[in-house]
T-cell receptor, first 111, second 109 residues
Framework: NAGVTQTPKFQVLKTGQSMTLQCAQD?????MYWYRQDPGMGLRLIYY???????DKGEVPNGYNVSRLNKREFSLRLESAAPSQTSVYFC??????????FGEGSWLTVV | GQQVMQIPQYQHVQEGEDFTTYCNSS?????IQWYKQRPGGHPVFLIQ?????EVKKQKRLTFQFGEAKKNSSLHITATQTTDVGTYFC?????????FGAGTILRVKS
């Protein structure tokens, strides 16, 4: 019962460095999402993919890119990390507009 | 665009007291979902409400969906320390869910 698996769990980056957060789900879900969570801000949608081959911007897409590699995998890339991108990132998946299943989160610090 | 507002932002209760969080949408929702996130954890689905005026119970938790399908509430009776965490409501907008900012619940034992 892996569900949604995201890596890495913790990462420290220097300003300007790039990195990719990986995410995979084994539930055969069509939709996948990337959220960031900051204190007092709830869950903000960065990008989502309603189906394999499609991606769309969410509320806070600036500074990020995504790739829906196949139905299972949805990666999030920071091309040039900034301190404002210090956050907890959650990957999630759902069967279209059904229940959303979240990964365990990735704690990213940009110094 | 559609927003989902959630209040209060934070509540600190004595163990045994009741707790309620409210969710309000600017537009009619086809359904509303509730999630719980324990400290240091990830959000976990609790329930989905679909029908106007619907009430569902899970042990000490009571969920309501308003008659106009624009608001919802989660009520916890006799809180326990295991109830601590952040409670989120979420409503559909297009082909994605919009989350409220969440209510943080702390329980004093």
């Amino acid at each position: 019962n892996a569900g949604v698996t995201q890596t890495p769990k913790f990462q420290v980056l220097k300003t300007g460095q790039s990195m990719t957060l990986q995410c995979a789900q084994d539930m055969n879900h069509n939709s996948m999402y990337w959220y960031r969570q900051d204190p007092g801000m709830g869950l903000r949608l960065i990008y989502y993919s309603a189906s394999e081959g499609t991606t769309d911007k969410g509320e806070v897409p600036n500074g990020y890119n995504v790739s829906r590699l196949n139905k299972r995998e949805f990666s999030l890339r920071l091309e040039s990390a900034a301190p404002s991108q210090t956050s907890v990132y959650f990957c999630a998946s759902s069967p279209s507009l059904g229940t959303i299943y979240f990964g365990e989160g990735s704690w990213l610090t940009v110094v | 665009g559609q927003q989902v507002m959630q209040i209060p932002q934070y509540q600190h209760v004595q163990e045994g007291e009741d707790f309620t969080t409210y969710c309000n949408s600017s537009t009619t929702l086809s359904n509303i979902q509730w999630y719980k996130q324990r400290p240091g954890g990830h959000p976990v689905f609790l329930i989905q409400l679909v029908k106007s005026g619907e009430v569902k119970k899970q042990k000490r938790l009571t969920f309501q969906f308003g008659e106009a399908k624009k608001n919802s509430s989660l009520h916890i009776t006799a809180t326990q320390t295991t109830d601590v965490g952040t409670y989120f409501c979420a409503g559909p907008r297009g082909n994605k869910l919009v989350f409220g900012a969440g209510t943080i619940l702390r329980v004093k034992s």
